[in-house]
């Protein structure tokens, strides 16, 4: 069965490759290449494709702009199946935008340093793949650099995210309260995304109308980091963000001493490192919830809401042992009934929770493939082996989805995956997952 599913796994990774030389998330929903997927997607392609992991990589940091600055999405090609596409964020607005390729003026979960490490652990010709991590690493490196020079702006080593697609977890319940203050216009504009997935498992059309105008105000300012931090209605900083920064940095401090010669860089990152680490806990650390929480920078208070991102900080390894014991407890007891699967994106028994609707509630593999491999680290043997079970039982079940129902008892009656189907990094991480 196991064999079967990595079969599939891999049929599904050949047919999203594309002649560029980068793998789309999905057919239809998402014809591009986007930064946190291409990261996951790498992964598994290490498995059995190196040329094409390393080629996943090349292509989406040789669209880097001159400040460091690595885009969410690289617009290849002009694809019209996508709202909004390169022609609404015109990224040639920014003065150090990649001359050669278009792309969005926002970020994602900066994964891209834990990747190399991992295609490292992965690779058998060892010697290869430092050799190619020696080309790539400076540009990941530059990106962290931008991240702490430009986003840290009380120099407390956590950087702010301006827009709710920056934080990868697009519609979260977290946002809810930062949309009350805003209120944009209602724009005209054609949706592609629900000519492709149900309505009901995306965001609103409302939704879209605050997405859109936030990146109207980047681009009044032709997306200046500096007018952006003092103008964005959305400013945040946030746990799953600043995790992957966070677990990126301590890669990159590990291969550049694997390379060696790199001191410089290294002393600098061991210093970004322990600040950042040291501002998360001091900061981020809800003691009465029990978990890591976002912090609203434009409004200046904690957003007190538990989801998956509040447990992605045990992939880093930033709480000591009594957090991580709380954090886990607060799973259990909110997450992880037995009937449900591991892990909701939100708390099921908040009444923002919502099962089907994308990042308001269903179970995602990357979070859960993060999950993993934090719990893991930290010695919580049992739970993490069932977050592995249940994620390749979903998968098993449903199909390779891009998100799935938590709720056991819905199968009796209907399906329980939803979104895009033969989603990329639903396949690349399943392969990584079986294999450890
Ligand atoms: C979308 O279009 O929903 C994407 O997640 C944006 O990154």
New binding site residues.
């Given amino acids: 069965m196991k064999e079967e599913l990595i079969i599939k796994a891999k049929e599904i990774l050949e047919a999203n490759f594309q002649e560029g030389g980068f793998t789309i998330p999905c057919q239809g ?2 014809p591009f290449q ?1 930064k946190w997927d291409s990261g996951f997607i790498a992964i598994g392609l290490a498995y059995y494709n190196i040329k094409n992991a390393k080629r996943e990589i090349e292509t989406l940091l040789n669209a880097q702009w001159e400040n460091g600055f690595i885009p ?2 690289v617009f290849h090609n002009d694809s019209d199946t ?2 909004p596409g390169a022609d609404f964020h015109k990224s040639e607005l920014h003065p150090l935008a990649s001359k050669e390729y278009r792309s ?1 003026g926002m970020a ?1 979960p900066p994964v891209t340093g834990f990747v190399l490490q991992k295609m490292l652990n992965i690779a058998e010709d060892k010697e290869d793949m430092l050799q190619f991590i020696d080309t790539q690493i400076d540009k990941v490196f530059e990106n962290h650099k931008y991240f702490y020079q430009h986003r840290d702006i009380h120099n407390e080593g956590l950087v702010y995210i301006y827009h709710n ?1 920056e934080s ?1 977890t ?1 519609n979260s319940p977290i946002w809810d309260d930062i949309w009350k203050t805003m209120d944009p216009p209602k724009y005209s504009f054609e949706r592609r ?1 629900t000519t492709h997935v149900d309505p009901s498992q ?2 609103s059309k409302r939704e879209y109308d605050y997405y859109l105008h936030i990146i109207e105000i980047a681009k009044e300012h032709n997306y200046d980091d500096a007018k952006i931090a003092e103008l964005s209605p959305f400013l945040v900083q946030d746990p799953l963000f600043n995790a992957m920064l966070i677990k990126s940095n301590a890669a990159l401090i590990d291969l550049y001493e694997k390379l060696g010669n790199n001191k410089e860089k290294v002393s600098q990152l061991k210093k970004w490192q322990e600040k950042s680490i040291k501002g998360f806990n001091a900061k981020l650390y809800d003691a009465e919830l029990g978990a890591y929480v976002h912090y609203d920078l434009r409004n200046n208070k904690p957003i007190r809401f538990i989801s998956s991102s509040s447990f992605a900080p045990l992939y880093a390894g930033i709480p000591d042992m009594e957090r991580a014991k709380q954090m886990v407890n607060t799973m259990m007891e909110k997450f992880g009934g037995e009937d449900k699967y591991l892990c909701a994106s939100f708390d099921p028994t908040s009444d923002r929770f919502n099962p089907k609707k ?1 990042w308001r509630g269903p179970v995602w593999i990357n979070l859960n493939w993060i999950l993993f491999y934090g719990l893991k680290s930290y010695g919580f043997t049992k739970i993490a082996e069932r977050v592995k079970q249940d994620s390749i039982e979903l998968v098993e079940k449903e199909g390779f989805y891009e998100y799935f129902d938590s709720r056991k008892e819905i199968r009796k009656t209907e399906a329980g995956g939803y979104g895009g189907n033969n989603f990329s990094w639903s396949a690349a991480l399943l392969i990584d997952l079986i294999n450890n």
């Fill in positions: 929903l998402y986007w969410h999405i996508y709202f969005t994602q697609w990868g697009d995304d995306r965001p994308y």
